[in-house]
């Protein structure tokens, strides 16, 4: 067995009891119990409920895995792997088997203590021909579940894999009594800091804090807190400006002025993994050459989309998902615009001109229309006849995405490398929306295998910096931007230093995480 | 009475057509649109499988006829069905029976709401809009009665979401009197829920006020040229009275049909200032389910919203009616 080291900390054993001296040192001097957090959020629905494995959105993710329930562990604000339900885990040196040590003393709402049994059955609820969960691919690869212990679990893999503590993080993974999933399901019993104590489905949910909690001290500062439904921008805009909420995700660029007029409205904005992308079908002609994919590389003005397209809201990317919410994230050498190089490409791939159909949809992301137009002028200088097909949101995934040779799409990102390679870059996975396989690039394909059970960390970086390069030069998807999240507060509400970047609203903990200031 | 009675049950029986008609063409128009409900629910995640397993199960692989006919024929046992959205969740639990929420418990309360902000719009605007109706009929062409014209029909050709954030900026964000926020929820008071509904309210009071004022106002005038209102005047009653007394009783009928469009569309109309202001009515729900196509919900929602015109026009007609003995014995 051997000790995993992650982000140059080790985040196992007695490091991870620590949770405050890991986290933010800041954080325990200023927070204090007390008072409520009114929260405006999109993505409700009448639909949404209590079952882990359907949820997608922030909202349903902010009120389960951000309040409700708990996971076996979680990415903390600063990116590092921290144990939630799991206090420590070991790994064998291949990487395949997986020994969690679960934490002690942690009862359910409704009385029931939590042992391994509730790991195995939860996890098991992800498995299986049928199962519809947003977790499978996830929890596909283990072969083996066993309680060790009764604070102990060992998972088997069917093949290494050094970031298996980090996919058990994953929101999907909630952790429920076993042999009470159903009527917790149906309830929302878990063991997170909140009970709930009103939930309309795509209109409220009010939560109250538990009396004691192993987070205390840590986390959960908020006596009562309370999600309201807001799929409106304006209207969630609306509702800070006049003080009925006290934090709101997703602001509308267009309008952010007058929030920051407001003084006492604060915006906040980290750039994360989330990347706006143009995938081509590499299997299909053109694009199988990769003249033609570096030819629309170098015809793109990446600068200019962030810019326009997310009015300065993000950052420039370079064809690569990994992002700086990623650890291993390369600094590679920019792609500039240049259409004298695009126009090279050109000839080496034997043209002089290319006449090519763009796909976008409002369903890819908001201004995706409008970022297919900066990319069919910026490319024209080169002899790039860029065709924007303005398709229909409905059924875009469906019918557009992985159909038609290119066409526009979004990714919010992967918490480490492998999850985002392996659902979107993988030989084979239904996502593989480049269609990128061995026969564009072998050595992609097998360092993606040989990364996957890699302990060592700097062999790691090395490898998946290669694969970032690779990506780059020879990669089918054009990636020009990674786009912020942003979202805004009140001055009542206190948040900590370090904003988590993996996902809106501090990774969706807000309820955990902030306090009345 | 008795030819009111047949006027009724004629109507009904009409009004059942109606709706079935209705229903044929929600089905057909939300299976024409692009998409299902698989498509819509697995968003990015659409692989062919994924879609295919839902279908399988919800029973969306159907034939068409076969869909609708197993729709229709739980419907007139009075089972308006499971939402899709409810009857995949139960797939994933593997228990269908633990479906639990049918679309009328979905619907149920949502609809309460949508009747309650009605109501108080009703309240509000109803009085309000007869009233000024009456008063600019008696000071025809005056300053008043030009300016309570011009307020109206200014407030009728704004777009709703523009009057809904006008009264916005000026009751919850320059004066805080009302909260910009409607969202109500079972278990508030009766006192809050009714602060937190008025703003909406008094949008749609400003949306249907026009068509009712109006129309008092001009079928009253209408009378004010007839012998026997002149005869009232000779007789030397007040002005004021010869229009409540003599005027408005047989200009009756056209104004409660006016209020009852106007009602009707207070029930149906509504989506957008339900969206503006976050209420929780059968608007947001219907929306909602239109962009998952589930169309059980759409059905559901589509026929309660004809069957309150169908029962508002028919409770204006059988009032017009009742307002009028020469309807009410005929010869």
Same mark, same amino acid.
């Given at each position: 067995m051997t000790r995993i080291s992650r982000r140059g900390l080790l985040r196992t054993g007695a490091a991870a009891g620590v949770l405050a001296a890991t986290g933010l040192p800041l954080r325990a001097q200023q927070a204090q119990r007390g008072g409520k957090i009114t929260v405006g959020l999109s993505g409700a629905n009448t639909s949404d409920n209590w079952d882990g494995r359907t949820h997608s959105d922030v909202y349903m993710i902010s009120a389960a895995q951000g309040a409700v329930f708990d996971s076996l562990t979680e990415v903390a604000a600063d990116g590092s792997l921290v144990?939630?339900?799991?206090?420590?885990? &070991?790994?064998? +040196?291949?990487?395949?088997?997986?020994?969690?040590?679960? /934490?002690?003393?942690?009862?359910?709402?409704?009385g029931k203590p939590f042992n391994a049994d509730d790991v195995m059955e939860s996890i098991a609820l992800h498995q299986g021909e !049928? %199962?519809?969960?947003?977790?499978?691919?996830?929890?596909?690869?283990i072969v083996e579940m066993k309680k060790t212990g009764e604070h102990q679990v060992q998972f088997t893999l069917a093949a290494g894999n050094a970031d298996f503590p980090y996919l058990m993080s994953d929101y999907h993974l909630l952790i429920y009594p076993a042999g009470q999933i159903e009527e917790a399901i149906a309830q929302g019993i878990g063991t997170g800091l909140y009970q709930v104590?009103?939930?309309?489905?795509?209109?409220?949910?009010?939560?109250?804090?538990?009396?004691?909690?192993?987070?205390?001290?840590?986390a959960?500062?908020? !006596?009562?807190?309370?999600?309201? +439904?807001?799929?409106?921008?304006?209207?969630?805009?609306?509702? #800070? #400006? %006049?003080?009925?909420? !006290?934090?709101?995700? /997703?602001? !509308?660029?267009?309008? &952010?002025? #007058?929030? =920051?007029a407001n003084p006492s409205i604060l915006i906040q904005e980290v750039t994360g993994n989330q990347h706006y992308t143009f995938p081509m079908l590499t299997n299909i002609a053109p694009f199988d050459d990769v003249n033609v994919r570096r030819a629309l590389k170098y015809g793109v003005n990446r600068q200019e989309m962030v810019d326009k397209i997310l009015f300065g809201h993000g950052q420039v990317a370079n064809d690569s998902p990994i992002g700086p919410a990623n650890q291993y994230m390369a600094e590679l050498d920019p792609i500039p615009y240049d259409p004298d190089q695009s126009k090279y490409y050109l000839k080496q791939a034997g043209l002089d001109s290319l006449n090519i159909d763009l796909s976008a949809s409002s369903a890819a992301f908001e201004s995706a229309v409008d970022a297919a137009q900066l990319y069919q002028a910026s490319a024209a200088p080169s002899g790039i006849n860029i065709n924007v097909v303005q398709e229909p949101a409905d059924g875009y995934w469906s019918n557009v995405w992985i159909k038609k040779p290119w066409c526009a799409c979004y990714w919010s990102g992967r918490a480490t490398e492998d999850w985002m390679f392996s659902s979107a870059y993988e030989e084979g996975v239904p996502w593989n929306d480049s269609q990128w396989d061995s026969d564009d690039n072998a050595r992609f394909q097998s360092l993606l295998v040989e990364a996957r059970a890699e302990l060592d960390s700097a062999k790691r970086r090395q490898m998946y910096g290669e694969m970032q390069t690779i990506l780059r030069d020879d990669g089918g998807v054009v990636i020009p931007?990674?786009?912020?999240?942003?979202?805004?507060?009140?001055?009542?509400?206190?948040?900590p230093d370090q904003i988590g970047n993996l996902w809106q609203m501090d990774n969706s903990r807000m309820a955990e995480r902030w306090w009345v200031a | 009475m008795s030819s009111v009675a047949k006027i009724i049950g004629q109507r009904l029986l009409l009004g059942l057509l109606t709706l079935f008609v209705i229903s044929v063409i929600i089905f057909t128009a939300v299976n024409m649109l692009p998409g299902d409900f698989a498509q819509a629910v697995l968003g990015q995640g659409a692989t062919p499988e994924a879609v295919a397993a839902i279908r399988r199960d919800l029973g969306l692989d159907q034939p068409f006829l076969v869909r609708y006919w197993s729709w229709l024929s739980d419907m007139l046992r009075g089972d308006l069905g499971t939402s899709f959205a409810q009857a995949n969740f139960a797939t994933f639990t593997g228990n269908e029976s633990q479906a639990g929420a049918t679309v009328m418990?979905?619907?149920?309360?949502?609809?309460?709401?949508?009747?309650?902000?009605?109501?108080?719009?009703?309240?509000?605007?109803?009085?309000?809009?007869?009233?000024?109706?009456?008063?600019?009929?008696?000071? /025809?062409?005056?300053?008043?009665? =030009?300016?309570?014209?011009?307020?109206?029909?200014?407030?009728?050709?704004?777009? &709703?979401?523009?009057?809904?954030?006008?009264?916005?900026?000026?009751?919850?964000v320059l004066n805080p009197i009302l909260p910009s926020l409607s969202n109500i929820y079972e278990g508030m008071g009766m006192g809050e829920r009714l602060q937190r509904t008025l703003l909406p309210a008094l949008t749609l009071t400003l949306v249907v006020t026009a068509h009712m004022m109006r129309m008092t106002r001009a079928a009253i005038i209408n009378l004010l040229a007839s012998p026997y209102i002149e005869m009232a005047r000779l007789k030397g009653i007040k002005p004021m009275r010869v229009i409540v007394r003599h005027a408005l009783p047989n200009a009756l009928?056209?104004?409660?049909?006016?209020?009852?469009?106007?009602?009707?569309?207070?029930?149906t109309g509504v989506v957008v200032v339900e969206v503006v202001f976050v209420y929780p009515g059968i608007g947001q729900l219907f929306v909602d389910s239109v962009k998952i196509r589930d169309i059980p919900v759409v059905q559901a929602c589509c026929l309660i919203f004809a069957a309150a015109y169908i029962l508002l026009n028919l409770m204006a007609d059988i009032f017009s009616i009742l307002s009028n003995p020469r309807l009410r014995h005929p010869k």
């Open positions: 144990g939630e339900l799991a206090t420590d885990w &070991e790994a064998s +040196a291949d990487a395949k088997v997986w020994t969690f040590n679960l /934490r002690q003393g942690v009862t359910f709402h409704n !049928d %199962t519809k969960s947003g977790a499978k691919p996830l929890v596909e690869p104590s009103s939930f309309e489905p795509g209109v409220r949910f009010v939560g109250t804090r538990v009396d004691s909690h192993y987070k205390d001290g840590d959960g500062w908020f !006596d009562e807190i309370e999600f309201i +439904a807001i799929n409106d921008n304006t209207a969630r805009m609306n509702a #800070l #400006l %006049t003080g009925q909420v !006290d934090a709101i995700n /997703r602001i !509308d660029f267009k309008t &952010e002025q #007058l929030l =920051k931007m990674f786009a912020n999240w942003v979202q805004a507060h009140n001055t009542r509400i206190g948040t | 418990a979905q619907i149920g309360p949502r609809f309460e709401n949508t009747l309650f902000l009605a109501g108080v719009t009703a309240m509000i605007a109803v009085p309000f809009a007869v009233g000024l109706g009456i008063l600019s009929a008696l000071f /025809r062409n005056s300053a008043f009665d =030009k300016g309570a014209n011009v307020f109206a029909l200014t407030s009728i050709s704004s777009p &709703e979401f523009f009057l809904a954030y006008v009264l916005i900026l000026f009751l919850a009928a056209p104004i409660i049909n006016v209020i009852a469009i106007n009602l009707a569309y207070l029930i």
